[in-house]
């Protein structure tokens, strides 16, 4: 994966985190720091580690499957882009509660915004990421971009409510569903 790569999918990966960041945002109201910086790590934190463990997983069987790996890596990408594209059209409302402060209510959300990461690491390892200095640039990466996403969303959410409805999960969908295309293009290609 280039660069370029890794922060798109980086981005896309933290929409999930953006759409329950803003709407987190806009029942606290007012800011507080403390809530949203705990909050934003955690959801880096999740964002980074999902990856890594995926990765770890897959990397011990990858080389059972390297003749349909570009496969799977599209597959996933396409299911996972294709989810968040459904899921951005039923979300029409801005009337989620969430209690940050809870610590079981942030575990729980930070797990479920991190799920789609862990099928990311998974392809990590599929695309010849084989060592831990290959995929500890992309999995920090995508941790950074979930926290400042995740800040940049609850700040968003306590100034400007619901009078913006911008699909973040639609357009992250749509970019990781572009991505696995590429993969699959670029792999049909070279054989």
Same mark, same amino acid.
């Given at each position: 994966?280039? !660069? ?10 933290? $929409?999930?985190?953006?759409? %329950?960041?803003? /709407?987190?945002?806009?029942? $606290?109201?007012?800011? &507080?720091?403390? %809530?949203?910086?705990? !909050?934003? *790590?955690?959801?880096?934190? +999740?964002?980074?580690? $999902? ?21 799977? /890596? +599209?597959?996933?990408?396409? *299911?996972?882009?294709?989810?968040? %594209? #459904? ?11 969430? &209690? #940050? /402060?809870?610590?079981? %209510?942030? #575990? ?11 099928? @990311? ?7 010849? $990421? &084989?060592?831990?200095?290959? @995929?500890?640039?992309?999995?920090? @990466?995508?941790? *950074? ?6 800040? /940049?969303?609850? #700040? ?8 913006? &409805? ?26």
């Amino acid at each position: 994966m280039t !660069t370029l790569e890794i922060w798109l999918v980086a981005v896309s990966l933290a $929409m999930d985190c953006l759409a %329950v960041s803003i /709407a987190s945002g806009i029942t $606290m109201k007012q800011v &507080n720091w403390r %809530v949203m910086l705990y !909050t934003a *790590f955690s959801f880096g934190f +999740f964002q980074s580690a $999902m990856p890594f463990v995926g990765w770890l997983g897959a990397s011990r069987f990858s080389h059972l499957i390297e003749q349909v790996d570009h496969w799977i /890596a +599209f597959g996933l990408l396409l *299911f996972l882009g294709g989810k968040m %594209v #459904l899921e951005s059209f039923k979300h029409d409302d801005c009337k989620h509660e969430y &209690n #940050l /402060a809870n610590p079981k %209510v942030l #575990l729980a959300l930070s797990v479920a915004t991190s799920i789609d990461a862990l099928a @990311v690491g998974v392809t990590f390892a599929f695309l010849g $990421m &084989n060592d831990i200095q290959a @995929v500890l640039p992309p999995v920090l @990466v995508i941790g *950074f971009v979930a926290f400042v996403l995740s800040l /940049a969303g609850l #700040l968003f959410g306590v100034f400007f409510g619901c009078r913006h &409805n911008l699909r973040m999960e639609l357009w992250g969908g749509l970019v990781l569903v572009a991505i696995g295309v590429k993969i699959l293009v670029e792999h049909l290609s070279c054989q």
